[in-house]
């Protein structure tokens, strides 16, 4: 299926001197698929290197860190010549192999003739575990889910958000608008795991797209007991299962409470879970400002913050989510759906290389994010249906002087002059205004 990172891959490679590449993101995000249809592409030849599937390998890093000696190594335990012109180096579930992340360093000083790709789903978790990692002989790349965008390529619309991406830039009605929040529901279903989308691009029943991400969430929890201690393990399998309480609590708020995690829980002794979640890329933390200037990170809270599923898909399987609950404007279920399109507008912003941050005060107001796009402060406001009246992002940008508030809602395209309203479907694109 197209991705957006192939893009990314295809520019490193045309880079002059460039330096290894290593590729982050969580299990079953689908690096390891992108990397080698892309180097299919574009190299004559691809030495594929999965330190799990072969741990022998590693017997070509123990010796000596010299990219030669390496090279000429792999070469004889893979039986088959590894010539730099043309080839590309690809060292997959490099976690696995701390003597492998050290010797990118040298690939990148005495061996730049070798193009160098490393990827790791626990690669952050063993980054923040260990802190031994090649800071500035690397580039670094984050892959996420698929977006929503990218869900649309995979049911064949690229023509209909080809139409979504004209309305947003004109700021008026999308003729497709009926059609695309009806693809924004099923996407709110499925998610953006490749495995899962090519289940349903392929017909798959809702039950049997549910059994796939069963299938990912239990190999997620397999990681969590694998690359924890028995005693953190406990703890970031609680508050990973927490997250669908936290996003549809009866207060209406989606901050992250410790108490909804276990009974007495507090930050000293569960931080440490939340901060592995955050390093696996399971979930993406979304932290709270107390002043909406630039920069915004000067003002954070790191105490004060919103945990979000990075797939939407394995959110909504983890609620038992059907059709019909995205279908109703029923308001008992309200909460939900509001915590539902929250994640999935984090998710596309994040996926966009977008940091969000949300805004609140004195239990008043509260913005949902606000970011910065193209050096201005802009809050975005997200409501799951139709129903927008609120009065917050209206305060926060009188009160910095904001040019314009972003509004995603279930409305199509509309600009008053202040309020930019964008239909959920087209959260994927908020970054262009920038």
């Known amino acids: 299926?197209?991705?957006?990172?192939?893009?990314?891959?295809?520019?490193?490679?045309?880079?002059?001197?460039?330096?290894?590449?290593?590729?982050?993101?969580?299990?079953?995000?689908?690096?390891?698929?992108?990397?080698?249809e892309f180097g299919a592409t574009?190299?004559?030849?691809?030495?594929?290197?999965?330190?799990?599937?072969?741990?022998?390998?590693?017997?070509?890093?123990?010796?000596?860190?010299?990219?030669?000696?390496?090279?000429?190594?792999?070469?004889?335990l893979l039986r088959r010549s590894i010539e730099p012109e043309g080839t590309l180096l690809f060292f997959d579930e490099v976690q696995e192999c701390d003597q492998a992340i050290a010797s990118l360093k040298y690939f990148h000083q005495d061996a730049p003739e070798y193009d160098v790709i490393a990827a790791g789903s626990l690669l952050g978790v063993h980054v923040a575990r260990h802190g031994s990692f090649p800071v500035g002989y690397v580039d670094m790349l984050t892959m996420h889910p698929m977006d929503f965008e990218e869900f649309?390529?995979?049911?064949?619309?690229?023509r209909a958000f080809d139409v979504v991406r004209a309305s947003f830039a004109s700021r008026m009605s999308c003729p497709l608008?009926?059609?695309?929040?009806?693809?924004?529901?099923?996407y709110l279903l499925v998610g953006g795991m490749p495995e899962v989308v090519a289940l349903w691009a392929q017909?798959?029943?809702?039950?049997?797209?549910?059994?796939?991400?069963?299938?990912?969430?239990?190999?997620?929890?397999?990681d969590m007991t694998k690359y924890a201690t028995a005693a953190d393990a406990a703890k970031?399998?609680?508050?990973?299962?927490?997250?669908?309480?936290?996003?549809?609590?009866?207060?209406?708020?989606?901050?992250?409470?410790?108490?909804?995690v276990a009974s007495g829980a507090k930050a000293d002794r569960y931080q440490t879970a939340v901060d592995w979640l955050v390093?696996?890329?399971?979930?993406?933390?979304?932290?709270?400002?107390?002043?909406?200037?630039?920069?915004?990170?000067?003002?954070?809270?790191?105490?004060?913050?919103?945990?979000?599923?990075?797939d939407t898909g394995l959110l909504s399987c983890a609620y038992d989510a059907t059709p019909a609950d995205f279908g109703t404007a029923d308001r008992a279920t309200g909460r939900f759906r509001g915590g539902m399109a929250e994640n999935y507008v984090m998710q596309q912003l994040v996926a966009s290389h977008i940091q969000p941050y949300y805004w609140g005060m004195q239990s008043t107001y509260e913005v949902e994010f606000v970011v910065s796009l193209g050096g201005a402060i802009v809050p975005i406001e997200v409501k799951s249906g139709r129903r927008v009246r609120s009065t917050s992002a209206a305060r926060f940008a009188e009160k910095y002087g904001c040019p314009i508030i972003v509004r995603v809602s279930a409305k199509d395209f509309g600009f008053d002059g202040t309020v930019f309203s964008v239909p959920l479907y087209a959260a994927a694109l908020v970054g262009e205004l920038a």
């Open 1 to 36: 299926m197209k991705r957006k990172v192939t893009a990314a891959l295809e520019a490193w490679a045309a880079e002059q001197g460039k330096k290894p590449l290593v590729l982050f993101g969580a299990r079953q995000t689908g690096k390891t698929t992108s990397v080698l």
């Open 42 to 76: 574009r190299y004559q030849s691809v030495v594929h290197v999965d330190f799990v599937r072969q741990p022998a390998l590693k017997a070509a890093f123990e010796r000596s860190l010299d990219p030669k000696d390496i090279v000429q190594l792999l070469a004889a």
């Open 152 to 158: 649309c390529w995979a049911m064949g619309e690229e």
């Open 177 to 186: 608008h009926d059609r695309m929040m009806e693809l924004y529901r099923d």
């Open 203 to 222: 017909g798959a029943s809702l039950e049997r797209v549910r059994r796939g991400q069963r299938d990912i969430s239990t190999a997620y929890v397999a």
């Open 236 to 260: 970031i399998v609680t508050t990973w299962d927490s997250l669908p309480a936290q996003l549809a609590k009866e207060s209406g708020s989606t901050k992250f409470m410790w108490r909804y």
């Open 279 to 310: 390093a696996a890329g399971i979930v993406s933390q979304c932290t709270q400002v107390s002043d909406g200037r630039s920069p915004l990170k000067s003002f954070e809270n790191p105490a004060s913050f919103k945990l979000y599923a990075a």
